[in-house]
């Protein structure tokens, strides 16, 4: 099983909506794909389940220790993809240590999924990688990280290297996958600079050729609890994450099976 | 003005760039490789048995398999193994390659240990101080996995998942504290994969010598080993306090 985790250290970049819609383009791939909301926000769940104020999720599996994965996760109509909510635990730590404490628990959580054979689970973090977020990166085989195209988020780029470079003494096995432009604004000029910019920056191989637009459609999906590839409109955004799905099924080491 | 050079007003992009390319740089370990060879021909190997990252650290409640029942440290499996490995033994691991690991400030300050729900029932002190100890290790420290045995040799705690290299472990800490081998302080490592290492701390009590064994991305600082063991005796000592 490939553990994936989508952070940043800045919020409202995008996190949540690149964890749906990816896990969402994992799971038609015919991939068996859990989305783990671990964001005490509770992102995911709000966007796809009107229930999950009342869904038990990630945070109550960290504080009850004889808590089983299988009791938490929720099916979707697509008999591949499933996903468990945040939930309504307060397990969240604000520490600024390299380690929160829960990474055993994490742990066991991430060997309950694998005993379910699924191929593929996607951790939807919360922003800054610290305390839980940070020990999701400890079980983790992978992070990508999405980067607003707008100024401000090129300028946070050395506190997000920082912060993985921080990880990596922690998880030596965590790929960095690479940074995703999100929000990209092709009729703003500061967009595009900021892609450009960001491109020049880093090395190629660690910015995602595969761009997320910013577009109406979004919010548009979180307004009806769907991912945007299941709208009727939504076939030209599908079809940019499964481009992102085979530009990262590329780079995970080793491969995710078919 | 280009971009390049609004993003040079806010950032030194040659830092950046040499950060990047040092995440990217590093190879991933997808899997722990094999070190067997560095342990000699006796050695049985444990390739292929640890699972290090796929099991939730538990207590062992059954009877365990105990491969050194007080054994001699002079017996011979235990002195074949301390010799096959001995090239891979540091007495004090903590200057070499990679900074080493310290713990976080809090756990220096506080060390904290929680009282576990068998402190009031009954049990003799060790079994209590080392469940105490475990629950603190757990929760307090940034290791990858975890094994505690008793001067038994029983296994409290384990998520290392290897029963081959406990066995090591243990045989080198009893080595180490009794030939006299081992730094004053009893502590051993042993690298038992790329990026992998497992740091074995004797902890000493009246009724003998429990070992931890720590498996770790890089070696723990002397600070962060010293408060770990500091932490055991802390917990030794309120479970024998009468009354608690």
Redesign the interface.
């Known amino acids: 099983m490939t553990t994936l985790a989508i952070t940043s250290q800045k919020g409202g970049v995008g996190k949540t909506t690149l964890s749906i819609n990816l896990a969402y383009a994992f799971a038609r791939s015919g991939r068996k794909t859990l989305l783990v909301d671990t964001d005490p926000q509770g992102s995911v769940g709000l966007s796809l389940t009107r229930q999950s104020r009342h869904l038990s999720g990630f945070y109550d599996f960290l504080e009850n220790p004889v808590m089983n994965v299988g009791e938490l996760i929720v099916p979707t109509r697509l008999p591949t993809f499933s996903l468990v909510a945040a939930g309504r635990g307060s397990a969240y730590e604000f ?1 600024s ?3 929160s ?1 829960n ?3 994490i ?2 959580f ?2 309950q999924i ?1 005993a379910m054979k699924y191929d593929v689970c996607i951790f939807d973090t919360a922003a800054g990688l610290f305390g839980v977020t940070a020990d999701v990166l400890g ?1 983790s ?1 992978g992070v990508m990280v999405p980067q607003q195209s707008e ?1 401000l988020g ?2 946070s ?2 506190k997000m ?2 912060a ?2 921080r990880m ?9 996958l690479g940074v995703i432009l999100t929000m990209v604004k092709k009729e703003l000029s500061e967009s595009l ?2 892609a ?2 960001l491109r ?4 190629d ?2 910015v995602m050729q595969t761009e997320i637009p910013r577009n109406d459609l979004y919010v548009q999906a979180s307004a009806r609890g769907l991912p945007v590839g299941v709208m009727a409109e939504g076939a030209k955004t599908l079809a940019i994450f499964e481009e992102l799905r085979l530009e990262l099924e590329q780079r995970i ?2 491969p995710i099976p078919s | 003005m280009n971009e390049n050079e609004v993003v040079s007003q806010w950032l030194d992009p040659d830092e950046v760039r040499s950060l990047a390319e040092g995440l990217l740089a590093q190879n991933p370990v997808s899997q722990i490789p094999s070190h067997e060879s560095v342990f000699g021909k006796d050695f049985e190997g444990f390739d292929g048995e640890s699972n290090l990252s796929t099991q939730p650290l538990q207590s062992v409640t059954s009877e365990p398999a105990n491969p050194f029942p007080q054994a001699s440290p002079k017996s011979k499996p235990a002195r074949s193994v301390v010799d096959g490995i001995k090239q891979s033994v540091r007495p004090d691991p903590f200057r070499e390659g990679q900074p080493p690991v310290a713990l976080t400030a809090a756990v220096k300050q506080a060390a904290p240990l929680e009282v576990v729900s068998s402190r009031s029932s009954g049990l003799p002190s060790l079994p209590r101080a080392l469940g105490t100890f475990s629950n603190w290790l757990k929760k307090q420290t940034p290791i990858l996995a975890a094994f505690v045995c008793d001067p038994k040799g029983e296994i409290v705690v384990d998520d290392v998942g290897s029963e081959k290299l406990i066995k090591v472990a243990r045989s080198l800490a009893l080595a180490s504290v009794t030939m006299g081998e081992g730094a004053p302080s009893g502590l051993l490592q042993v690298e038992i994969a790329k990026d992998r290492m497992i740091e074995i701390l004797p902890l000493e009590s009246k009724e003998g010598h429990s070992i931890a064994g720590l498996v770790v991305a890089r070696p723990l600082t002397s600070e962060a080993l010293a408060t770990i063991c500091r932490s055991f005796k802390t917990a030794l000592s309120r479970s024998s306090t009468p009354g608690e």
Do not use: Y
């Open positions: 520490g240590g390299p380690i404490g990474i055993h628990r742990r066991g991430v060997s694998r079980v085989n100024p090129v300028r780029v050395p290297l920082e993985l470079t990596r003494a922690v998880n030596p096995s965590l790929q960095v600079e900021s450009q910019a020049g920056l880093l090395p191989e660690m080491n080793p």
